[in-house]
């Protein structure tokens, strides 16, 4: 009981990790039908801002938990700044072109931006310091660490906050409406280019917000990290409705749990099958999704 | 009549082209030119780079000393083979045509085996710093040299501590599959058996893995006596390591040669402390070492990596053997390879008939953020 406890701690922790990638994709799909392949790598931008940035807070005598909030802001920041670049640069001159032209801009993308962090950081990978990220207390026999449960609670309040954005604010129903109908919103007077650069700029955020989580998880950045999470989140994404917010969520945490079950009771060289077994099989049975069904009320 | 014309003119072009790049070289001002091929980019790329660099270190000792007499000067190319054996063959192919007459490379054991047979044909010599698979040398190639040590010398000697030295009884293994780090861990369990270690379980993970929660979790309800981790890459061992303490996991760790790198601690930290790793003896106080040392650090301001020392060492053993031969003929440069028995800056090298040459695998503990060695396993003592 212990031992499937704490397999379901590691799960919710990866899984929420994944829901916050995944949400940048979904986002990004529903307002203009585009899989950001890039996206994986706002991710690693996100991860080396933050290791950066709190590298150099903390040498200036800065409280931990003071330079971690000021850090995950600012490169929420830029990783917004940078996604909006990459779409006025690489996507937006496409957009009247075929969904393919664009899908193809997007590897493009994905490979120029990690040649970038290769070339500009480069290709070992970068300690995250330790101060903030170590300790946690025993339950019993699991044992939790406070990076788990900060993990959980920024997942949980950006959550929240997105869902605000998206379903309580003028920017949100701008957003919501480009995603029904581009032309349409438009001639009601919504600045369309602005609202797909602000769903990329969010989208972007949240996966910089999960790049630090994951570099203090973990302990350490990678230029080449975008990539696996960037798959696994897409597939996240897909398995929950792509283009639906709460799907992105569900769709997170059944990857990170099913990852990690698979990987406890079978072989950790299953996991990563396990995982796409299970997106195959839902696409089979139910090519929507799991909240596939109310895909054109709620997506963004 | 135009397209005769425009004809006429690609030809003539062409024709320039080979013109410029035809010219024989006059005798005595030709340009040795040895290659490189490690992993550049990707995950392996850190210890990719230090092989670059530690040949590279080779080749400007030997330009500064003033060359090898009949060349005019030495040059080296880089390879990227990205660990991926398509790669490497495709880079050794490259190299043929820069006309290179011996490579130092590559790094995975997986990589190094393709491309020294592409190698081959043309005769080229390759020294290898980094690969330990002993499929390496066992397959008889005439030019295939290497400078580090071999997996089924490795595997015995860790488990000759694990027994003789902490005792053990119980060890769990974890690989992530790639040729040499599952050949390791399957030596190991191997080895282990023998030695009467009870080995609870051996898992996988993959490689690219960042999160090992799940099989750490099995790790700790096992309990066993020591886990030994064996991954391809410093950066992930560094991660498992760090992952394991925090979840509690107090048994004792150990890694292997790849997992061997200044960056482990770098990452890990106080996680990593009193772990052990089992690596070629490499005397950090001999002067040849310090000598290199701080040339390297001068060049690229990072400290050697693991593997950079045996790759300068494989350059300059090379280097030293066309000196003596006078040509860079493959059959006579061989032969001088094999009379060769010289200091390194990692460790006393003299080549064996199926080139391979020695292992010296020590025992080191992690104490203080540094590698200090802590038993021997040639002579079964503790330093």
């Not at chain 2, 060349?71 to 490259?94: G, L, R, W, Y």
């Not at chain 2, 280097?319 to 032969?335: E, H, I, N, Q, S």
Request: net charge neutral; with cysteine.
């Amino acid at each position: 009981m212990d031992f499937f406890l704490q397999q379901l701690i590691n799960g919710i922790t990866l899984g929420g990790v994944y829901a916050l990638i995944a949400l940048g994709y979904t986002m990004v799909y529903g307002i203009i039908q585009l899989i950001n392949f890039a996206h994986g790598e706002f991710f690693a931008a996100g991860g080396y801002m933050g290791v950066i940035l709190i590298s150099y807070l903390s040498s200036q005598g800065l409280h931990p938990y003071a330079c971690l909030v000021i850090s995950l802001v600012l490169s929420m920041g830029y990783c917004a700044l940078l996604a909006m670049a990459v779409e006025q640069l690489a996507y937006k001159p496409l957009r009247q072109a075929s969904r393919l032209a664009a899908l193809l801009s997007a590897l493009g993308m994905s490979i120029f931006l990690q040649n970038g962090l290769m070339l500009t950081q480069g290709v070992y990978d970068r300690a995250y310091p330790t101060e903030i990220t170590s300790g946690g207390f025993e339950v019993g026999a699991l044992s939790i660490s406070y990076m788990q449960i900060l993990i959980v609670a920024v997942t949980a309040s950006l959550l929240v906050g997105l869902n605000i954005l998206v379903f309580k604010t003028r920017i949100g129903r701008a957003m919501r409406a480009t995603a029904q109908d581009k032309v349409m919103s438009a001639l009601v007077g919504i600045n369309s280019n602005r609202i797909i650069a602000l769903t990329f700029a969010v989208g972007a955020g949240l996966a910089a917000a999960a790049g630090i989580m994951v570099g203090l998880y973990y302990g350490s950045v990678n230029y080449t990290m975008g990539f696996v999470p960037g798959i696994k989140a897409f597939a996240a994404a897909v398995l929950g409705g792509i283009g639906n917010i709460t799907g992105a969520l569900v769709g997170g945490l059944i990857i990170g749990m099913v990852e990690i079950f698979a990987a406890g009771y079978i072989s950790g060289e299953y996991k990563d099958v396990f995982a796409f077994v299970i997106l195959i099989g839902v696409l089979y049975f139910k090519p929507t999704g799991i909240m596939g069904e109310n895909v054109d009320d709620t997506r963004v | 009549m135009k397209r005769l014309l425009v004809l006429a003119v690609a030809l003539l072009a062409l024709g320039m082209l080979f013109a410029g790049c035809g010219g024989e070289e006059k005798k005595g001002e030709q340009v040795l030119k040895i290659g490189t091929m490690s992993p550049l980019t990707g995950p392996y790329a850190a210890d990719g780079n230090d092989i670059r660099q530690g040949a590279e270190i080779a080749v400007e000792v030997f330009n500064e000393a003033g060359g090898i007499p009949g060349f005019s000067k030495i040059e080296m190319v880089s390879e990227d083979t990205a660990c991926d054996p398509k790669q490497a063959v495709a880079a050794a192919n490259k190299l043929i045509n820069e006309k290179v007459s011996a490579v130092v490379g590559a790094y995975c054991s997986s990589s190094t085996i393709p491309a020294s047979e592409t190698l081959a044909e043309e005769s080229i010599i390759m020294l290898t710093p980094a690969s330990t698979s002993p499929k390496v040398t066992e397959r008889g190639l005439k030019y295939m040299f290497r400078t580090c040590g071999r997996d089924d010398h490795q595997a015995p000697a860790a488990v000759k501590f694990m027994k003789d030295v902490e005792h053990v009884k119980t060890i769990f293994i974890v690989d992530d599959k790639t040729t040499y780090s599952q050949g390791l861990a399957e030596g190991v369990a191997a080895a282990a058996e023998a030695a009467g270690i009870k080995v609870l379980e051996h898992d996988h993970v993959n490689q690219g893995d960042k999160d090992y929660s799940a099989v750490l979790t099995k790790v700790k309800a096992a309990h066993p006596d020591l886990f030994y981790i064996s991954l391809q890459n410093s950066a992930t061992g560094a991660l498992m390591v760090i992952q394991a303490r925090r979840m509690g996991i107090d048994a004792i760790l150990m890694g292997q040669d790849a997992v061997y790198h200044p960056k482990l601690m770098e990452i890990a930290k106080a996680d990593a402390e009193g772990m052990y790793c089992t690596f070629g003896a490499i005397d950090k106080d001999a002067p040849k070492f310090k000598e290199f040392q701080t040339k390297y650090t001068a060049k690229t301001g990072n400290a050697p990596g693991a593997y950079s020392a045996y790759s300068f060492d494989s350059a300059t053993a090379y280097l030293m053997a066309v000196k003596a031969a006078g040509t860079t003929d493959p059959a006579k440069v061989r032969d001088e390879l094999l009379k060769l028995d010289f200091t390194g800056a990692s460790k006393q090298i003299s080549y064996q008939e199926n080139g391979d040459s020695g292992s010296n695998y020590t025992v080191y503990k992690i104490q203080g953020g540094k590698f200090v060695p802590y038993w021997n396993s040639l002579t079964g003592e503790k330093y």
